[in-house]
């Protein structure tokens, strides 16, 4: 279910998501009105898989606070901000664990650290990505949405904005699990 996507333009992070909440098991499609992203502590996250995971991310985790001496923004997020993320999901009974591996969910989270702009992906398995590209998706609209942001993030002339939503429009066409409305946060 859902489609979030995260550009870096102009040393501003975006991130953009839509208001779907489906079960495929069951066929059943609400649009929510809590949103599948925020700002936290100078964090923009976006969310997919789970509300209840989102929620233990935005009101139960504390977030770290990074240290700008080192400027290793991707260490930073493999050691603190994963264990963090870890420690709150298992303590609010989101995290699942099989043959002793431990599963999350899947999400971005954007920022900036030593005043440059980030945006990462974590993944289901707690491993922390970051694209050679300024842009990112994931959930089930993830592929319609980078066609889209592909298609259309060196045009200048239209907003980074719009190149969200029209990559949340074009994911929402063909992906049943994407629903409007859109919103984006940029920080």
């Given at each position: 279910m859902t489609?979030?996507?995260?550009?870096?333009?102009n040393?501003?992070?975006?991130?953009?998501a839509?208001s779907?909440?489906?079960v495929?098991?069951?066929h059943?499609?609400?649009?929510?009105?809590?949103?599948k992203m925020?700002?936290?502590?100078?964090?923009?996250v976006?969310y997919?898989?789970s509300y209840?995971m989102?929620?233990?991310?935005?009101?139960?985790?504390?977030f770290p606070?990074?240290n700008?001496?080192?400027?290793n923004?991707?260490?930073?997020?493999v050691t603190?901000?994963?264990?963090?993320l870890r420690?709150?999901?298992?303590l609010?009974?989101?995290?699942y664990k099989?043959?002793e591996?431990?599963?999350?969910?899947?999400f971005l989270?954007?920022f900036?650290?030593?005043?440059e702009?980030?945006?990462?992906t974590?993944?289901?398995?707690?491993?922390?990505?970051?694209?050679?590209?300024p842009?990112?998706?994931?959930?089930s609209?993830e592929?319609?949405a980078?066609?889209s942001?592909?298609?259309n993030?060196?045009?200048m002339?239209?907003?980074?904005?719009?190149k969200?939503t029209r990559a949340?429009r074009?994911?929402s066409?063909?992906?049943i699990?994407?629903?409007?409305?859109f919103h984006?946060?940029?920080?």
């Amino acid at each position: 279910m859902t489609c979030i996507i995260g550009l870096i333009e102009n040393d501003v992070v975006y991130i953009g998501a839509d208001s779907a909440g489906v079960v495929v098991s069951h066929h059943k499609l609400r649009i929510r009105k809590d949103k599948k992203m925020f700002e936290k502590d100078g964090f923009l996250v976006g969310y997919t898989d789970s509300y209840r995971m989102g929620q233990i991310i935005q009101y139960e985790m504390p977030f770290p606070q990074m240290n700008e001496e080192t400027c290793n923004p991707h260490e930073f997020m493999v050691t603190q901000f994963v264990k963090a993320l870890r420690e709150s999901l298992q303590l609010n009974g989101w995290l699942y664990k099989k043959d002793e591996r431990e599963d999350g969910g899947t999400f971005l989270v954007g920022f900036k650290y030593c005043n440059e702009p980030h945006l990462f992906t974590i993944c289901n398995d707690f491993q922390v990505a970051e694209s050679t590209l300024p842009f990112q998706a994931c959930g089930s609209g993830e592929e319609c949405a980078l066609a889209s942001m592909w298609e259309n993030y060196l045009d200048m002339s239209i907003p980074p904005e719009e190149k969200i939503t029209r990559a949340l429009r074009c994911a929402s066409q063909f992906n049943i699990t994407v629903a409007p409305p859109f919103h984006v946060l940029s920080i």
